[in-house]
């Protein structure tokens, strides 16, 4: 008769070991499957994408040879226009508008006058506060004749003098309160326009017209504290504004700050124009190139072959195809076939729809500028370097 635990350990043996064989077989099958993906399948796949590359047609693009060239050192800014000197034309005290001889936007001189306020009150006031002073000369004439006699106390001439003195300063005063009512131009320079209507009072303060010197004319602009050793005064700059395309002003640094702005680590620059025909005006959003002085060595290429990101800018450059001996692989007709491979390249300057390269392409190599979102790994490419169309010239009217 059998033990009782020798029956109950036997269901417990044989279970585990069909748990170790279930667990072999999974493992057989899986390292099995990896083994199998890893030197079956995967080489065929990777045959198989590479077969239905090579069978689909070149793709055509546009190419160029890059070219070696050495560029004059150039700093691009971003700037505004200012006045040389701009003022808001105003009075010093209130009255009221009698005339107005200016029009808005007109060119005016250093002294022309602007706008006059009545001064009628301020007339009659000056007329009897002369003829109060004319009368305390009289009285300081008899003082002093009586003072020369001895028929008159010292102090009493003083009363006299400083009489005759007060009125007189009370006549200067009105007369600058006439001459302040008043409006000159202090400068040369253009109006802008009216804001103020003949008959209105104007307060002391209120606005007039304003008024801008632009010939000469300012261009402020920042530059990175980095490029502070390359900048000085007297260097060439050129400026472009908006609404002027291919006006190209040329002008000089003339100032530069005397201290780098903490919040953006950027040093002010002042540069001048000659404006003589007006075109620039104060306010103007301005694009500038400063000129330096070294030049240096770069690879020349079109903008449009360059792909710029955030991970780094990359070219395609195009190049023979090659097996593996490391032979050039060659077309029915016998020609190389052409490929494409990416590199990532270092821009040193930007220029009039050109880009200077320091890094990643060499003088001669062809690079591509249009129809690289078309281009794979791998794949082979057709050069189309047929110039474009050029639309027909408008035939003359008869």
Do not use: C, H
Request: a positive charge.
């Amino acid at each position: 008769m059998s033990d009782p635990q020798s029956r109950i350990k036997a269901p417990r043996q044989r279970a585990k070991k069909r748990w170790y064989v279930v667990t072999i077989v999974a493992l057989v099958v899986l390292f099995g499957g990896l083994a199998a993906f890893n030197y079956v399948l995967k080489p065929m796949f990777i045959a198989g994408f590479v077969a239905k590359l090579q069978a689909q047609p070149p793709v055509p693009v546009t190419t160029v040879l890059a070219k070696a060239e050495s560029w004059r050192g150039e700093l691009p800014a971003i700037g505004t226009i200012e006045a040389q000197r701009g003022v808001t034309l105003a009075p010093q005290i209130a009255g009221r508008v009698d005339a107005i001889l200016f029009e808005s936007g007109r060119w005016v001189k250093a002294g022309e006058t602007i706008l006059k306020l009545d001064d009628s009150t301020e007339r009659a006031q000056l007329q009897a506060a002369t003829a109060d002073m004319r009368l305390k000369e009289l009285n300081l004439i008899r003082a002093r004749e009586l003072a020369e006699r001895g028929n008159m106390a010292q102090a009493n001439l003083d009363t006299a003098i400083a009489q005759r003195d007060q009125s007189a300063a009370q006549v200067e005063l009105i007369r600058a309160q006439i001459n302040q009512k008043t409006i000159v131009a202090p400068f040369a320079g253009r109006l802008g326009i009216r804001q103020v209507n003949l008959g209105q009072y104007l307060a002391a303060g209120a606005a007039i017209v304003t008024l801008q010197s632009v010939d000469p004319i300012f261009v402020n602009f920042t530059l990175p504290e980095r490029e502070i050793p390359r900048l000085k005064v007297d260097q060439a700059v050129t400026v472009t504004v908006e609404g002027l395309a291919g006006r190209v002003f040329e002008g000089k640094i003339t100032s530069l700050d005397a201290k780098v702005d903490d919040a953006t680590r950027n040093l002010l620059v002042q540069a001048t124009l000659a404006n003589k025909d007006g075109l620039l005006v104060p306010g103007q959003f301005a694009r500038l190139t400063v000129k330096l002085s070294e030049e240096r060595p770069v690879v020349a290429v079109p903008e449009t072959a360059v792909s710029f990101s955030l991970y780094g800018d990359s070219v395609y450059v195009v190049v023979a195809k090659k097996d593996k001996d490391g032979k050039p692989v060659l077309a029915a007709d016998g020609k190389p076939v052409l490929t494409t491979e990416r590199r990532f390249v270092r821009v040193a300057e930007r220029r009039a729809g050109q880009v200077g390269l320091s890094e990643g392409v060499k003088d001669g190599e062809r690079v591509v500028t249009s129809g690289q979102t078309r281009l794979m790994p791998g794949g082979t490419v057709q050069l189309d370097d047929r110039p474009a169309l050029v639309p027909p010239q408008e035939r003359p009217k008869p």
